[in-house]
């Protein structure tokens, strides 16, 4: 229990320390059997109850009893029942759950018994028991308070750990989808190209230097943004070397490599005002897995990109006149819905009535 009411532990103590000095003047005040003594035994536990709270009940309670018998002690037991809530806040209740019902039933009772013996104008010569009563009642609400407490702030710890733990699955998740799309799409045109030069070398070996250098940009580019993306893992005191973001600006880049696989791409983009940085990464990154999708899977010699801006909203659509054929969803269409449900967008996906396949996906925002 390091803060309180928006206090620090010092500040607390030193509050108790002022509650204890009052309790003790007053304990001077009021008691006509030893009230030195009885102010330090009931004065001195209130200031250290932070600090020793179980010993310090101890004390309290037993100099409390104590004074409460020789009849030095004119107050219902209050010193013990604020001692009894910084134990109660900082111990927790390992009675069995009939137990903590008995001791309920017992502060309820002492309530009801005190409130009818008032409203009965009880005599003069029960008011000890009158103290007593009202001492079970202080008890009682000083435990059952320090037990709510305690457990209102353990379910709020627990809340904030599963909040920071859902941050971490999310932030794991979104790590993992870059991850997926950089090294799928690199090496699916690595792939690609490493068999054309495979396969030319002996035909046509002038082609083999194209594909090298595709295979040397487009592993360059991956190392890249593995760099960026591995940076971002760093603790925040390295340096790292960060690469330009990714976004509809690099989409130029993207077509021409996929075209040197044999895939003519035709590109459209008509999207009047700059887009939000994340957006602009979302649909650079959607792009990237279905062109990596057309050039391992589709079998297609056109693919067209169509990227349309609206108010709060842009739509891209990526056909292919492929084999098509049922959707099947690996990692790359499962990291495109993903991607669109962060944004409460819509996404579509699956063969042409023509022919081939086809991606629609919106993407509203602000």
């Not at 030193?14 to 204890?20: H, Q, T």
């Not at 859902?166 to 190209?193: F, T």
């Not at 409460?344 to 699956?350: E, L, N, V």
Request: hydrophobic content about 50%; aromatic content about 4%.
């Amino acid at each position: 229990m390091s803060e309180e009411y928006g206090l620090s532990r010092r500040q607390l103590i030193v509050a108790d320390c002022v509650v204890a000095a009052g309790y003790a003047v007053l304990v001077l005040l009021t008691s006509s059997t030893g009230p030195g003594l009885v102010a330090i035994g009931l004065g001195l536990p209130i200031a250290v109850r932070r600090i020793w709270p179980v010993p310090a009940l101890t004390v309290v309670a037993v100099m409390s009893m104590g004074a409460f018998v020789v009849d030095a002690l004119r107050d219902p037991l209050l010193a013990a029942a604020y001692v009894l809530y910084v134990v109660a806040l900082t111990r927790s209740s390992n009675r069995p759950l009939s137990s903590r019902r008995l001791i309920a039933v017992a502060g309820a009772v002492g309530f009801v018994v005190l409130f009818l013996a008032m409203a009965a104008g009880a005599p003069a010569g029960q008011s000890r028991a009158a103290l007593v009563l009202t001492g079970v009642a202080a008890l009682y609400g000083a435990w059952v308070l320090g037990q709510v407490v305690r457990d209102r702030r353990a379910a709020a710890a627990r809340a904030a750990q599963v909040l920071a733990e859902q941050a971490v699955a999310a932030e794991r998740l979104r790590i993992a989808r870059e991850l997926h799309d950089i090294v799928a799409h690199s090496m699916g045109l690595i792939a690609v190209k490493a068999g054309v030069a495979n396969h030319v070398l002996r035909v046509r070996p002038e082609e083999v230097s194209d594909a090298l250098s595709v295979i040397e940009s487009t592993s360059r580019d991956a190392l890249v943004e593995l760099r960026h993306m591995l940076g971002l893992l760093r603790p925040s005191g390295e340096p790292v070397e960060l690469a330009p973001p990714a976004g509809l600006a690099a989409l130029p880049d993207l077509v021409s490599r996929v075209e040197s696989t044999g895939v003519q791409v035709e590109l459209k983009v008509a999207v009047p005002e700059p887009l939000p940085e994340a957006v602009d990464l979302t649909l650079h990154r959607i792009v990237q897995e279905c062109l990596t999708n057309v050039t391992k899977h589709a079998r297609a010699a056109r693919c067209q990109i169509t990227i349309t801006g609206a108010a709060n909203a842009v739509q891209l659509e990526v056909s292919d006149d492929g084999a098509g054929g049922a959707v099947v969803e690996g990692h790359g269409l499962i990291g495109i819905r993903e991607r669109v449900s962060v944004y409460g967008g819509s996404y579509r996906a699956g063969p042409r009535a023509g022919g081939g396949f086809e991606v629609v996906v919106r993407l509203p925002y602000e």
